[in-house]
């Protein structure tokens, strides 16, 4: 069927769209800076770096006790220690009546509006590696987050510091504590960026508060992200060595006992070991340690664009062999990315010369690169390839994207498709569209049609149709009426940035 858009006559003037659309979208560096201690100032970090590669003869030590007994010094329990809080419950007006008063003894508020509670002090355990010989360890950000105290205890001999934190980083889940002492015993760094899938490693920390514990298996992936965690910036190591809760915060290091990753998370059914666990990359440790310390935040790179994944359809409009790379949506004025030249419609391939594979990767490559740095970005542009150049700015603190709430749709029987209407100065200010936005307004969608399945709402705005701008809706009906290839290309404006669509009309009804 051919996908054309219908005007209708109503109080708005309106248009019918049919099909459906597969959406696939993110954006980056739009993010706030991570929390550290406002006024950490700290000696600057010294790491021992080891990036020597690893020998992959396809042999197997018939014991790790050497490495385990150089590593398991530098692995740490870290205590943390909760106050006692005291917080109130606001009473339903119910409740406010007098008779009432009595069965809340000494907790309840004369005024009759709230009543106290008091929640006990909490304990919570997790593990650390020292990284300095002069005391700087890491963890997690969820090991140390809201504690009041904490403590760390060396092993083997016990010895117990109370510990600073010098800053965390709720983004990577990321912390770093540093305790008063000298000649400590620490893990040489080694450079995560060469870990291969099939590499050995050992996990190190203290689970379930019995002591510390030792497991081996092997990299079962790299580059993993676990939307349960929901952090902004993810880049794991996954691994099949046995991580249990208090493990957080410990070591995954390789065979030659080289700290490679902190031990973060595990994806388990029953709070246990299932054999699929995640690791932070040292190199994305590393980089946010060192910031916390010598800066007492975490700079990120700020490009300026808001981006999304190159689906296989997307991959087809846009000439790519592979569905790989991030597709530029939006450019922020006067941006990094602006100056530089890159425009919507570009797809980012390669960033300061390591390839993009999609959105989460070149978010956090910009992320890791130092604000003031110059970096060539090759780009594929109407199916040519070329390079420019941007210098990377500090990314901002506040977000720069603004979230437009999504318009009720007018009770209109559209089948299967899609009612669009002119943008008018109500529209713009219920969605808090930019004033110079042009477009068609998107102010129903059939919930039984195949663009609702695809993920189009009432308040996006059609911006292109087949890169051709559309100014209003009688513009969305006249670039539809000559379509005859199934397969189309939409821009649109959505929760305050662009991205690309392909409506795939073989599948509508």
């Known amino acids: 069927m051919r996908n054309t858009i219908v005007?209708?006559?109503s109080r708005l003037r309106l248009a019918l769209l049919g099909g459906a659309l597969i959406v696939a979208g993110s954006s980056v560096a739009f993010n706030r800076l991570a929390e550290a201690k406002p006024d950490a100032k700290a000696p600057p970090v010294r790491l021992v770096v080891s990036e020597t590669p690893l020998p992959r003869d396809g042999k197997i030590s018939t014991s790790f006790a050497p490495v385990v007994k150089k590593v398991a010094p530098g692995v740490v329990k870290v205590f943390t220690t909760t106050k006692v809080k005291h917080v109130s419950q606001p009473f339903p007006p119910s409740m406010e009546d007098p008779f009432f008063r009595r069965f809340f003894g000494e907790d309840y508020n004369g005024d009759?509006?709230?009543r106290h509670y008091r929640i006990p002090k909490q304990y919570g355990l997790g593990s650390g590696v020292i990284v300095t010989k002069d005391g700087y360890i890491l963890t997690n950000n969820h090991v140390v987050d809201d504690a009041d105290e904490i403590k760390v205890a060396l092993t083997p001999d016990g010895r117990e510091y109370t510990a600073k934190v010098i800053g965390?980083?709720?983004?990577?889940?990321?912390?770093?504590?540093?305790i008063e002492a000298q000649d400590l015993p620490f893990l040489t760094l080694a450079n995560s960026d060469a870990l291969e899938v099939g590499d050995v490693v050992l996990a190190l920390g203290n689970p379930y508060g019995i002591g510390q514990t030792v497991t081996m298996g092997m990299i079962s992936a790299?580059?993993?992200a676990s939307p349960n965690l929901g952090l902004d910036y993810e880049d794991f190591i996954q691994t099949d060595a046995a991580i249990n809760p208090g493990?957080?915060?410990?070591?995954?290091?390789?065979a030659e006992g080289r700290l490679i990753g902190v031990n973060t998370a595990i994806?388990?059914?029953?709070?246990?070991?299932q054999g699929i666990g995640f690791a932070v990359p040292i190199n994305l440790a590393r980089n946010v340690m060192e910031s916390l310390i010598n800066d007492g935040r975490v700079v990120r790179g700020f490009l300026g664009v808001s981006i999304q994944d190159v689906t296989p359809n997307l991959a087809k409009?846009?000439?790519l062999a592979e569905a790989n790379g991030a597709l530029v949506g939006d450019v922020t004025p006067k941006s990094p990315a602006d100056k530089a030249g890159l425009q919507s419609g570009d797809v980012i391939l390669e960033f300061n010369g390591k390839p993009v594979h999609d959105s989460r990767h070149l978010k956090l490559q910009v992320g890791q690169t130092a604000p003031g740095t110059e970096v060539p970005v090759k780009i594929l542009r109407d199916g040519k390839r070329k390079t420019v150049e941007a210098t990377l700015k500090e990314l901002p603190q506040t977000d720069l994207s603004a979230n437009a709430r999504s318009q009720e749709p007018d009770a209109i029987d559209a089948l299967q498709g899609v009612t669009v209407a002119d943008l008018d100065g109500t529209a713009r200010s219920q969605l808090k569209l930019p004033r110079d936005l042009q477009g068609a307004l998107v102010t129903q969608v059939d919930d039984d049609s195949a663009a609702f399945e695809a993920g189009l709402r009432a308040g996006d705005v059609i911006l292109e149709i087949n890169r051709k701008p559309v100014q209003d809706a009688d513009e969305a009906v006249k670039l539809s009426e000559n379509i005859k290839d199934r397969h189309i290309l939409l821009r649109i404006w959505s929760r305050g940035a662009s991205r690309y669509l392909v409506v795939d009309e073989s599948k509508a009804g």
């Open 7 to 9: 005007k209708w006559v």
């Open 112 to 114: 009759g509006r709230e």
């Open 168 to 178: 965390k980083d709720p983004k990577t889940d990321i912390a770093v504590l540093k």
């Open 222 to 224: 790299m580059g993993r």
């Open 247 to 254: 493990n957080s915060g410990g070591a995954l290091v390789d």
């Open 267 to 273: 994806l388990s059914r029953s709070g246990g070991n």
């Open 317 to 319: 409009e846009f000439d």
